[in-house]
Nanobody, 124 residues
Framework: QVQLVESGGGLVQAGGSLRLSCAAS????????MGWFRQAPGKEREFVAT????????YYADSVKGRFTISRDNAKNTVYLQMNRLKPEDTAVYYC?????????????????WGQGTQVTVSS
């Protein structure tokens, strides 16, 4: 059974930074792509960033490009999302997701496994 556990969310002022972590367990993730999505109240879940495990190819949503950085630690089976220059519109529940086929995709349907989410709130 694949498990993804996010942590690192919280309340931060606009312009501040947070780092989210997603610890993966249950099997080897060497071929998986790992992604971050977010969902604000009353809105659909949207893509934030993704990173393939092998080759380290990355892809970002335009809204976060230049501010957010996705990275991973293969030895720890952990993926991170460093979020800088946060804006109130970044407020959402952030979800980690895993694609066993390793595709670099922005589509939520691509990902088979999801974490429980962590709340990020950015005050103005």
């Amino acid at each position: 059974q694949v498990q993804l556990v996010e942590s690192g969310g919280g309340l931060v002022q606009a312009g501040g930074s947070l780092r989210l972590s997603c610890a993966a367990s249950g099997r080897s993730f060497s071929s998986y792509a790992m992604g971050w999505f977010r969902q604000a109240p009353g809105k659909e879940r949207e893509f934030v960033a993704t990173k393939t495990w092998i080759g380290a190819s990355t892809y970002y949503a335009d809204s976060v490009k230049g501010r957010f950085t996705i990275s991973r630690d293969n030895a720890k089976n952990t993926v991170y999302l460093q979020m800088n220059r946060l804006k109130p519109e970044d407020t959402a529940v952030y979800y980690c997701a895993a694609d066993p086929k390793g595709r670099r995709s922005s589509r939520a349907q691509t990902y088979d496994f999801w974490g429980q989410g962590t709340q990020v709130t950015v005050s103005s």
